[in-house]
């Protein structure tokens, strides 16, 4: 009997991938080359891998989900949004805290927010799960480095082809107040914003799904929240369903650490993990089935 067999690509965009000279964008106002804003080594070859996977094994394959990191520029979690007490800039890579916060450190540009950034970042550093980091301004609705990795979307195109079928795309990070590493819902999600709430959607699909297959980037961050909620919120049957595709994702560079006790935590929760090789003789078995 046919099984219903699940790939969900965390991310796939052009922004986190450390893709090679033919792959970059083109600003043609700027008359320059476009380079990822948060590259992630080894992401490349992980989304050639998961598009190699989707043309080998599609016919196996019974749904696709791909999510997509989508921020607007001026974002609590980009630095056009803060300033130093000695109004200098605040840079890529900083850690914000609330204490920080309160004594000045860094403040909001526009201070009108304060009162809002504060009851965020208590709320967030409640949750235990991150503080806030200020990234470089990245998967800018729009923009170039939003758009899916071109191996990936050919692949996944042809099957949507060959089958009939819609790739379900799922959007997150629009909210500015926010952050939103994870498919399932932001770190904080905001009471008269749906979008930031808990994805039931996605948790059904994952819930009807025999097997998940879970691949993307990065393994550190946006795959790992992702993951973690659906440890979370989906039924405890579906936990050994779930699989993460080791060899199609890959961790921020300096965050080796986090992708490493993820991996490990995943595991003693009953989750699976294998390469993309290892999974495609059952995607092909699967096409066979009836």
């Known amino acids: 009997m046919k099984q219903n067999l699940h790939l969900l690509v965390i991310d796939p965009q052009n922004d986190f991938c450390d893709l090679p000279q033919a792959y970059l964008g083109y600003d043609s106002q700027k008359k320059e080359k476009l380079f990822p804003a948060l590259a992630v080594p080894g992401a490349h070859a992980d989304m050639q891998r998961v598009a190699q996977l989707i043309k080998l094994g599609g016919a196996g394959l019974s749904a696709i989900s791909v999510t997509l990191d989508s921020h607007h520029h001026y974002d609590i979690a980009h630095p056009c949004f803060w300033i130093k ?6 840079f890529p890579f900083t850690v914000i805290s609330a204490a920080a916060v309160r004594k000045e450190d860094y403040l909001p540009r526009d201070r009108t927010g304060l009162p809002r950034v504060l009851a965020y970042l208590d709320a967030l550093e409640k949750n235990g799960r991150y503080q806030l980091m200020v990234w470089p301004v990245h998967c800018e609705i729009g923009s170039w480095g939003h758009n899916i990795h071109p191996d990936v979307r050919h692949a996944y195109n042809a099957w949507e082809e060959a089958y009939c079928k819609i790739v379900q795309k799922i959007y997150k990070g629009s909210n ?16 008269n914003d ?3 709430q808990l994805n039931q959607r996605l948790i059904q699909t994952i819930n009807e799904a025999d097997t998940v297959y879970i691949a993307g980037e990065a393994s550190s961050h946006c795959v790992k929240a992702t993951t973690e909620h659906l440890i979370e919120h989906v ?5 050994s369903k779930l699989v993460l595709l080791t ?7 300096g ?3 986090m992708h490493e006790q993820f991996i490990q935590n995943a595991l003693a929760r009953g989750l699976q993990i294998a390469n993309a090789g290892d999974v495609l003789p059952a995607l ?3 096409s066979q089935s009836r």
């Not at 500015?176 to 009471?191: C, D, G, K, L, R």
């Not at 060899?247 to 560079?253: G, H, N, Q, T, W």
């Open 247 to 253: 060899d199609c994702m890959s961790p921020v560079s």
């Open 255 to 257: 965050f080796e650490a």
């Open 284 to 286: 092909i078995a699967n």
């Open 176 to 191: 500015p107040w926010t952050e939103h590493y994870s498919a399932i819902m932001a770190e904080v999600p905001e009471e």
């Open 194 to 196: 749906p979008h930031t």
């Open 235 to 239: 039924e405890p049957a579906a936990l």
């Open 85 to 90: 007490k000695d109004q200098q800039p605040v």
